[in-house]
């Protein structure tokens, strides 16, 4: 009877510690499902350590920040800061300007929408009038 009673235990524990592990979410399908890999996202934006760790892993190599780069370039927003921000930035502004200027087919097209604008044009034509500054 004893060994019934320890037999039958153990097959209730193993019972009930396969139906614990048929609930368990595996990380895999966790990350696949949308709405618990928004939770998990938010959770480890929350945590300033973990958004450190997540920033520091995507940008440690040239792959990973071309990628994200062209990811956020796709946004018309992001693409106007970063040309703020370029602009805004005296050695990224030469560095943009040097390669607008080398481009024919770009000096053209930063030439014709200079001189499209009325404006614009008048401006340049009264800048042109005026002598080169000394260096």
Known sequence: MNGTRRLLAVVVASAGLAVLAGCKSDVDEMIMNP????????KLL???????????RLTSEDASKKEIAET???????????LDKMAADQ?????????????????????????????TRKE?????????PKK
């Open 46 to 56: 929350a945590d300033d350590v973990a958004k450190h760790d997540i920033m520091t």
């Open 91 to 119: 050695p990224s502004r030469a560095a943009l300007l040097q390669k607008l200027v080398a481009d024919p087919a770009m000096r053209a097209e930063v030439i014709a929408s200079v001189t499209s604008d009325e404006a």
């Open 72 to 82: 956020l370039l796709g946004d018309t927003s992001i693409k106007a800061m970063a």
């Open 35 to 42: 709405t618990t890999k928004d939770e998990l996202v938010q």
């Open 124 to 132: 340049v034509q009264e800048i042109l009038k005026k002598p080169l």
